[in-house]
């Protein structure tokens, strides 16, 4: 990749590009562990892993909560004074970024990088003009697109859904900016376009008909699916997970939920999972565990990479350093033989006491880190441990003999009930899990 590009002024001065210096280096602002170039297996570090920023949580959100505003002053939201001139501000604020941390990749909602407008046609004629941009700073940086998306659930005509509204004109609308929004994706060379379920859910029974309302979802989806494929979009399209907030109830609640609508409609062809760990917490399940479930179906399109926190019920959207979960989420990502056209997105936010310029680049930082190693113990725990033996070994009993033709699908209830009158007890197996668990320490801590 080229030197980090510079727009107008410098947005983030005093820091250039972020240098691999290795595990005894001090320099808070360098890797540690990401040297994007070093391979593990067949593969560099950089192409397993795929890193990429959000544009939302790192340009667009200057640490609002509902008890408050912001608490940082974004230079790139004060000195112009038209939006789309802020919005130019904050693309070459971006594209520094992006260029100075040396991940690859990016990702954005239609209204991150463009003004919104309730005007169809204005608020088209504002994405074009900011797509023409980014397509001449991805040129000028090597910066490539991950995935796009249409913003769905921040206006108030979404408050009772985008594509799941029970008023069609709600829809109509959320399609157009779908339209828009697929169009720039293919524009600007994205990999994947995703459908985070936004407020698609309700809060009460008393007035929704669910039913209809999936059914609406599926249609959008397939009209969707039509057009981006009649534009030349080859890559996949993808629905992230998520089981609460803003609705009380989330139609896409999980992996497992999200599969079965797809495989009902039909669209588990062209659509995969974008996998959020602290989507898959808030569900009640591990990241692992979501990522596992779309992976068996050959459906783990992407992962948004982030964590939660133990105590909150709520999407804190904290950086991943987790390595726990970096190693489960690598271990899934490898077995599978890798992500792309996915990648692993930071949607992550620092938090709101965080108002340093650099904090932003130590979350980054630390992110990639926390991958790098998971990336290089599951690589080791696969190749060089026991563990695949181990697990290997744990299901023998299915790879010849009665077991193979039971899972084979030729063993009856009466033909299995005389095996086990044959067989007697069986013999007890530890599930071995403190092994497995000792393993991954061990691993880590080379
Ligand atoms: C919000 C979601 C969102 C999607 C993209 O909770 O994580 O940021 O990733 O719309
Ligand atoms: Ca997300
Ligand atoms: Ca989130």
New binding site residues.
Partial sequence: MSAPFIGKREYFPGIGRIPYEGRESDNPLAFKHYDAGKKVGDKTMAEHLRFAVCY?HSFCNAGHDPFGPGTRAYPWDTAASTPLGRAEDKLDAAFEFFTKLGAPYYCF?DIDMAPDADDVAEYEKNLKHMVALAKERQQATGMKLLWG?A?LFSHPRYMNGAATNPDFAVVARAAAQVKAALEATVELGGGSY?F?G?REGYSTLHNTDTKRELEHFARFLAAARDHGRSIGFKGNFLI?P?PM?PMKHQYDFDSSTVIGFLKQHGLDRDFKL?I?AN?ATLSGHTFEHDLQMASNHGLLGSI?ANRGNAQNGW?TDQFPSDLYDTVGAMLVVLRQGGLAPGGLNF?AKVRRESTDRDDLFLAHVGGMDSFARGLEVAHALLTASPWERMRAERYASFDQGPGQSFAQGKLGLAALRDLAAAGGEPVQASGKQERYENLVNQYLMR
Avoid: A, F, M, P
């Fill in positions: 939302w909602h998306t913003n995703v985070w936004g992230e998520k907030e974008n959020e989507h948004d999407d949607d």
